[in-house]
């Protein structure tokens, strides 16, 4: 069952990769979409049109202020927003041989759940559904990566992965709805007709529903997976981790 009730949703990120691919459709279903973005010039060219149902704002996710500006509902007063995409992630960079800026993640969501709090304490009602876009090999109940895969997620990726994991236990420890879905490696390219499993973990009762290893999936396709699960879903990942993969 699947809900297409129109939502205001909040994109964070979404210049590029499943952030893109997420805002792209949903806005195509007619919500109602507010996107914040350092470089809007940026969104909108990759974007390739500017509908009437998006509203750039100008700003940075790690900014108490810009927050607090895009999270109230456009059309409802002193409402929150329905739904918060959260697809941040900062560039590589292979002189440092890790990320430029590495508690990126865990700063924004932070501070995203600052705004929340600060906004509810302004008499602001609402419960925001808030995606947090994260990576495999977080997983503290198992192994969520192919043994081939595990030694490269376990070493070199160690430094961007505490920065997700600060991320998660932001939203784990949170009193808005949330669901955290940890991507396999990130491919880029079109939309494709592959099949995408997603395993289900529930951190908080320490459970594994279902596992499903992969090593790949595209970036076009997590977006399509987070718009027709969770932007148009009907509450079953709420509070839980997917992990996406072919
Ligand atoms: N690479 C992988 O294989 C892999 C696997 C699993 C998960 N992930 C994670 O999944 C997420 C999505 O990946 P992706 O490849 O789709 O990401 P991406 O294309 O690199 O997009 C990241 C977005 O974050 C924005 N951003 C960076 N710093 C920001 C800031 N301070 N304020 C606001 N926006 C900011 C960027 O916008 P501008 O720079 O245009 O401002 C961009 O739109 C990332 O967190 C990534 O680390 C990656």
């Known amino acids: 069952m699947t809900s297409s009730s129109p939502k205001a949703i909040l994109f964070i ?8 691919s997420t805002l792209r459709r ?17 969104l909108t060219e990759n974007l390739g049109s500017a509908p009437s149902n998006l509203r750039i704002v100008q700003g940075d996710g790690k ?26 992630g900062s560039t590589w960079n292979m002189k440092k041989m890790t990320i430029d800026d590495p508690t990126l993640c865990g700063d ?18 609402g419960n925001p559904h808030v995606v947090g876009v994260s990576s495999t090999g977080l997983s503290t109940l198992g192994r969520d990566v192919p043994l081939l895969q595990a030694a490269f997620y376990y070493t070199l990726l160690k430094g961007p992965h505490e920065d ?12 808005v709805r949330w669901t955290v879905v940890r991507c396999s490696l990130l491919t880029d390219g079109g939309e ?9 973990e529930d951190p908080n009762a320490g459970k594994v529903e279902s596992r499903e290893l992969g090593y790949t999936i ?3 396709d997590s977006g399509k997976w987070i718009f027709e699960n969770l932007v148009q879903g009907d509450g079953t990942w709420v509070n839980k981790v997917a ?3 072919y």
Do not use: W
């Open 13 to 20: 990120g979404a210049s590029t990769g499943v952030g893109l």
């Open 26 to 42: 949903s806005l195509a279903a007619g919500h109602t979409c507010i996107a914040l973005a350092r470089k809007p010039e940026r």
């Open 63 to 88: 900014s108490l202020a810009d927050l607090k500006r895009c999270l109230t509902h456009p059309s409802q007063p002193k409402t929150l927003v329905d739904f918060v995409c959260s697809t941040v």
């Open 108 to 125: 924004a969501m932070k501070t995203l759940m600052r705004a929340v709090a600060e906004l509810r304490g302004e008499g602001y009602s």
């Open 164 to 175: 997700k994991r600060v991320m998660e236990n932001e939203l784990f420890n949170s009193t």
């Open 192 to 200: 494709s007709t592959k099949r995408i499993r997603a395993g289900m």
């Open 218 to 220: 595209s970036r076009e």
């Open 243 to 245: 992990t996406i993969t």
